[in-house]
């Protein structure tokens, strides 16, 4: 229990940092979200997003170790090269280069490189809870990260169509590649307790 | 006899084949070749079509961009009706580029680019409507502006800077009707 908090506390401190804007919202940011409200949120805002493209954390901590090493940020595309490797994050202001051409995409993964499997594995998708099936053979993996707590739909439109040039290049260009569009709120899934969830909204969105 | 059917025969063949790699070569469905305005000119003028659209485009323009989705969703409704001949300008650095910008877009245009390297005038599109289109007026046109010509490459019809971008697609509905 106790490490659980200090999670908490981690996890509400990087918040800050990297949103600091928390505050100017009179809204709640965060809230807990689920395949309802995912779907609600893509068909108000016509997004063209495959069911079962839309992946979600399968639990609390697997949100912080995601967060804990900074990658809770979008709207943005990590890619993971063919043997899973990470190579970079795409900025909205150089997609259209490197979505485009993968030829501009990064080729060396740095030394630390992480594994596309140490995410693929803390995933599931939102709909129907079933863990990734991580595609073999691929050329590259891209993960799209979007959330509803952006508040930004106009961006995440934005990220929708770089899904669909993705999408074009699997069916124009016959490009082997996986595409996932990672939600990253917090999910009801979670199973997380009244208490527990009332003090990670608390936290998270003073 | 016999010889000079086999011979007729072998002849109407290669004339056959000769004559779909010739119509394949002048209509193709994308093109991002780097070609002089005399290349343009004569696959402008070598189309069949009723009516031949010459767009010119440049992606650092707004309103091309305003209109570019427009023209690509008349285009792809139309495509049987007419050719389009969507114009740019560059050298091979550029081709990339462009082809990247319309790939993110998914636009199916075919595109043309005019090696500029040999045009020394900021308005280069002033120099394609000069050798294609002799009735046409060039001053009044910019960037976003075309015009049409017919099976036997007379102009038609011509848009100007001075238009928005609904006159411009009433123009192109216009000449379908």
Redesign the interface.
């Known amino acids: 229990m106790r490490n659980y908090y200090i999670k908490v506390m981690q996890v509400t401190s990087l918040f800050l940092l990297t949103f600091l804007n928390i505050n100017a919202q009179n809204e709640d940011r965060f809230k807990f979200e689920n395949s309802q409200t995912i779907e609600e949120y893509v068909n108000t805002h016509a997004l063209d997003f495959k069911n079962e493209d839309v992946f979600v954390f399968n639990d609390f901590e697997a949100f912080i170790k995601f967060n804990n090493e900074g990658y809770l940020a979008g709207p943005l595309v990590h890619v993971f090269n063919d043997k899973g490797l990470y190579l970079e994050s795409i900025e909205p202001y150089e997609?259209?280069?490197k979505?485009?051409?993968f030829k501009k995409i990064k080729n060396k993964p740095s030394k630390k490189a992480i594994l596309v499997d140490d995410w693929f594995n803390n995933l599931v998708n939102y709909k129907t809870q079933e863990p990734i099936v991580k595609k073999d053979k691929v050329d590259y993996y891209f993960v799209l990260n979007w959330a509803l707590f952006l508040k930004k739909p106009d961006s995440v439109k934005e990220l929708s169509k770089w899904y669909?040039?993705l999408q074009?290049q699997q069916t124009?260009r016959d490009e082997n590649i996986h595409i996932v569009l990672l939600n990253m709120d917090f999910q009801d899934s979670w199973n997380m307790s009244k208490e527990k969830r009332e003090h990670l909204l608390k936290v998270s969105n003073q | 006899m016999k010889k000079l059917t086999l011979f007729l025969a072998i002849l109407l063949v290669f004339i056959n084949i000769k004559a779909q790699n010739i119509n394949t070569e002048t209509k193709p469905v994308l093109s991002f070749d780097v070609l002089s305005i005399d290349d343009l000119k004569q696959l402008v003028f070598s189309s069949k079509k009723k009516l031949k659209v010459v767009y010119f485009f440049k992606t650092g323009c707004p309103y091309n961009v305003e209109s570019m989705p427009t023209i690509n969703t008349f285009y792809k409704e139309q495509i049987s009706n007419l050719d389009l001949f969507v114009v740019s300008f560059g050298n091979k650095k550029n081709k990339q580029y462009l082809q990247d910008y319309l790939f993110f877009k998914g636009y199916q245009i075919p595109v043309y680019i005019i090696d500029d390297s040999a045009i020394f005038n900021n308005k280069k599109y002033k120099r394609v409507v000069e050798n294609l289109c002799d009735s046409c007026n060039q001053k009044s046109m910019g960037y976003a502006d075309f015009f049409i010509l017919d099976e036997n490459n007379n102009l038609i019809v011509q848009s100007n800077c001075s238009q928005n971008l609904d006159e411009h697609i009433q123009i192109l509905k216009s000449q379908l009707d």
């Open positions: 997609v259209e280069k979505l485009s051409n669909k040039v074009r124009d």
